[in-house]
């Protein structure tokens, strides 16, 4: 994604997200745009919110030791990996056909979408997770009034953001033509939707009285209904959306239509036109479900927000990660590190180089697994489930890792290209990036922490994680859970 993260791979239209489009932490976002925080998996936790059964989770030996187990995830990689297959194949047969353009990349994420859910709800039966809130066993009982007023709490929902896209020049002009296509397309369709989906779920809905009913009875003058925590996270959540849907909606829109005419013909060994669109696919399959991470947030099918990010430090860090804070202020100002770059530093040294660019693409390919970890449930800033499996089995942070590790490869700010002083100042600046995405994985972290799973997951990971060792060296980078997880251990 270009206009998201520290380090453009490629000058071309679509920036790979390097946020990780990417809301990592084990968290499976609101992507981030989601924060929730209730538990997922209804079989190592109780009720959303619950505890940990210490049953399942951990238990003692003999001496008194705590062994801990790695709690269940809320997602299944190999269900994820099904939609990452049903997305290749519909870009082999597009670029087969030659086709290109919007419907083309509605293709592709439908192709990668409709596995992952379909899947989860006939194997995993997400549907029927105690953290979905909705009882199915009763019999439906939607009410026409509540529902209403769930329609105008999501019209007071939307209303604030659509003045600011009105408002604000950032949303003026055409970068933003595909997300403005995308509601003159869909919009009167969505609304469609909504109102049957509201109807469908009202009636099941163990609490029906969510944000949504309160902002309605707040529009109706009845403040008393509101809850002010629900209300807080509500708008919390839907800021995450609302900042990164469009340009979700541009990346993935530019990232896939370039994968779709991308001239493999091109390809040499003299050249780094493999390395490029090996890139591109990496980029376009993550945005791609980043994408429709943030799109497919519902309680039906567990994917829903719990909580989202509480903190002006979690938001500040994440935010100026992605344009227009990353490349209109940080990048420009303050973190420009980009150096002479791999590619023109090895130019004499071919075989050196693309195994430097191998490299590369490893680390890619580590950060891209972590996003197909989320399946339908990426998002930035937020909580939609505590993930476990996939590249999160062996470390909390894994697209972060990688993703730093690429750029010090990608840029190679350390070469005296233009003398040891310029040297320094990239090598500070990269170093200045990397420090961004460390409070990044310790505001998710701390924000995580109310969900007693996450408690036991990252417990879990002091011991058995591929980076524990660093945990014993440097104990100031062991995960100490809170006071009130403590308690509850």
């Known amino acids: 994604m270009s206009a998201l993260g520290p380090v453009a791979k490629r000058p071309v239209a679509a920036i790979p997200p390097q946020d990780g489009t ?37 238990g003692r030996t003999a001496t008194g030791r705590v062994t801990r187990h790695i709690p269940p995830s809320a997602t299944n990689f190999g269900v994820n990996m099904a939609g990452v297959l049903g997305v290749l194949v519909a870009l082999y047969v597009l670029r087969q056909q030659h086709s290109s353009g919007f419907d083309a990349v509605l293709i592709l994420c439908a192709a990668g979408v409709i596995p992952i859910v379909v899947l989860d709800v006939l194997l995993l039966r997400v549907h029927r997770r105690a953290s979905t809130g909705i009882d199915w066993d009763k019999a439906p009982a939607p009410d026409i009034a509540r529902c209403a007023t769930k329609m105008l709490g999501l019209a007071v929902t939307i209303a604030p953001f659509a003045l600011a896209y009105f408002t604000f020049p950032e949303y003026h002009g055409d970068f933003y ?17 909504a109102m049957v989906y509201v109807w469908f779920v009202d009636g099941r809905m163990r609490e029906p009285r969510d944000p949504y009913w309160q ?11 509101a809850k002010a925590p629900d209300i807080a996270n509500h708008y919390r959540g839907w800021l995450v959306k609302a900042f990164y849907l469009p340009l979700f909606i541009v990346f993935v829109n530019n990232q896939l239509n370039g994968l779709l005419t991308f ?34 947030s519902f309680r039906i099918i567990d994917t829903h927000l719990r909580s989202a990010e509480p903190t002006m430090l979690g938001w500040v860090v994440a935010l100026e990660c992605y344009d227009p804070f ?21 130019a004499g040294f071919p075989a050196l180089r693309w195994g430097w660019a191998g490299m590369i693409v490893v680390l890619d390919c580590i950060y891209v697994l972590a996003t197909f970890a989320f399946g339908v449930r990426f998002s930035n800033l937020t909580h939609r489930g505590i993930l476990t499996n996939g590249p999160y089995r062996f470390s909390k942070h894994p697209a972060y890792i990688a993703k730093n590790l690429s750029w010090w490869l990608i840029s190679v700010p350390f070469l005296p ?20 995405y460390f409070l990044r994985a310790k505001t998710e972290e701390r924000h995580l922490s109310r969900d007693p799973t996450y408690v036991e997951y990252a417990l879990w990971m002091n011991e058995h994680g591929i980076l524990a060792f660093l945990g014993r060296w440097f104990p100031w980078l062991k995960y100490t859970a809170p006071a009130q997880a403590r308690k509850m251990a």
């Open 417 to 436: 290209y233009h003398g040891w002083a310029d040297a320094l100042r990239n090598s500070l600046a990269l170093g200045g990036v990397n420090t961004i």
């Open 326 to 346: 990353w490349r209109g202020l940080f990048s420009r100002f303050y973190l420009h590190y980009e150096g002479l770059g791999f590619g023109a530093w090895l």
């Open 22 to 58: 990417s809301a990592e932490g084990g968290v499976v976002n609101s992507d981030a745009t989601s924060a929730e925080g209730g538990v997922v998996n209804s079989d190592a936790t109780s009720a959303e919110g619950g505890v940990v059964n210490s049953d399942n989770a951990s």
């Open 263 to 296: 001239n493999l013909g091109s390809l040499q060994a003299s050249n780094l036109r493999l390395y490029d669109f090996s890139n591109d696919l990496i980029y376009g399959l993550d945005v791609l479900y980043a994408t429709v991470g943030y799109v497919l």
């Open 177 to 193: 033509n595909a997300f403005y296509n995308v509601l003159r397309r869909f919009g009167l369709s969505l609304v469609a939707l």
């Open 215 to 225: 902002l309605g009875r707040v529009a109706l003058g009845r403040f008393s209904d």
